[in-house]
C-alpha cells in the first residue's frame, strides 16, 4: 500500500469524488470485496451511474463495466472486473486511484508501492494505439461498398505531416485503398470488448493537426449502404474521442479481431465525421 503522504501528496488537487483500492492481507485482485465501489463515492456522484461504470486509463484503453446491487452494496459484474485486472496485470504492489469524470465515466490511475505511476501499457498489455511511419505508398482505387458515397466534404489533411498515423489493429494490409479521399487523415481501429468509446490517438491528431467540436456536439458516422448513424464529441482524461461506437460495433455485429478504417472527413478544418469501412478478421 501506498504511504499516506504518497496518498496525501496525489489527492492534494483533486476535488472530484475519489477512493482509492489496494490489496488487504489474504486479498488478491479477483477477491469478491475488490469489485466493490464504496457507497460514500456513490452518494457524493449523485446517482451519476447506476447500471456500469467506463474505467479509462493514462494510454488510452477504456473497459466498460457492469454493475450489480447485492443488499446495500454495488458490484461490478465479476467477468469485466476480472478483464480489467488481467488486462492490467495488477499485482501485490498496485494500487488504484479512481477518480470520477464525469457521469458514468471514472478515471484510473495504477501506482506501485513506491509512488511511481504506471503511465504507459503495462507489460504484456496490447496497447489501442502507438505511432505508425510508413513508408510513402499510392493510393489504391476504393475497393468497399463506400466506393458509392458522396465525400461529403472534400477536405484534405493540409496542415498536417505527409505520413500516415495509425491506431493499433490486427493485420490490415494496405489500409489507404478502403479510403474514399485519399487525401484524408484515417487511423485503423481493432475492434475489442473493452472500448466504448472511439478515441483518437495523439499521434492521429498531432500528424494531421486535427481540430474537434466542442464536447457533446454531434459527429456523424458514414456507413457503407450510405446510411449514417450519431455520436457526440466527448474529451476522457485530455483525449478526444466520440461516443456510439460500441452501439455501432454491435449494431453492425462486428467481432473482436475485426478492424475498421476510420477516415476523418473535415468541415472548416473541424472534424465532423467518420467515415467507417469494415474490415473482417480471416
Known amino acids: 500500500m501506498l504511504p499516506k503522504n504518497a496518498i496525501e501528496k496525489i489527492q492534494a488537487n483533486v476535488s472530484k469524488p475519489c477512493f482509492w483500492k489496494s490489496l488487504s492481507p489474504g486479498q488478491t485482485w479477483k477477491s469478491k470485496s475488490m469489485r466493490i465501489i464504496p457507497e460514500d463515492f456513490v452518494r457524493r456522484t449523485r446517482g451519476a451511474f447506476e447500471h456500469r461504470v467506463v474505467f479509462s486509463v493514462r494510454w488510452e484503453n477504456s473497459w466498460q463495466l457492469w454493475l450489480e446491487r447485492e443488499k446495500n452494496e454495488l458490484f461490478m459484474i465479476e467477468e469485466d472486473w476480472n478483464e480489467f485486472v488481467d488486462d492490467n496485470h495488477l499485482g501485490p504492489n498496485d494500487n488504484l486511484f479512481i477518480k470520477h469524470d464525469e457521469t458514468m465515466n471514472l478515471e484510473v490511475q495504477i501506482f506501485k508501492n513506491n509512488g511511481v505511476e504506471i503511465i ?23 475497393t468497399t461498398p463506400a466506393s458509392s458515397f458522396a465525400s461529403g466534404s ?15 489493429s490486427s493485420d490490415v494490409k494496405n489500409p489507404e485503398r478502403y479510403l474514399l479521399n485519399p487525401e484524408n487523415p484515417y487511423f485503423v481501429q481493432a475492434v475489442t470488448k473493452r472500448n466504448d468509446v472511439l478515441y483518437v490517438s495523439r499521434p492521429v491528431v498531432q500528424s494531421y493537426r486535427l481540430k474537434f467540436g466542442p464536447v457533446k456536439s454531434t459527429i456523424t458516422y458514414l456507413l457503407p449502404g450510405e446510411k449514417k448513424e450519431e455520436g457526440e464529441n466527448r474529451i476522457y482524461n485530455g483525449k478526444p474521442c466520440f461516443s456510439g461506437w460500441s452501439v455501432l460495433c454491435r449494431r453492425h455485429n462486428l467481432n473482436i479481431g475485426d478492424s475498421v478504417v476510420c477516415e476523418l472527413e473535415r468541415s472548416g478544418g473541424v472534424v465532423t465525421a467518420v467515415r467507417v469501412h469494415f474490415v473482417k478478421k480471416d
Open 120 to 142: 504507459d501499457v503495462p507489460l504484456g498489455v496490447e496497447p489501442e494505439t502507438e505511432p505508425f511511419h510508413p513508408t510513402p505508398k499510392k493510393p489504391h482505387k476504393e
Open 154 to 168: 472534400g477536405c484534405s489533411a493540409n496542415g498536417g505531416t505527409n505520413g500516415r498515423a495509425k491506431q493499433r
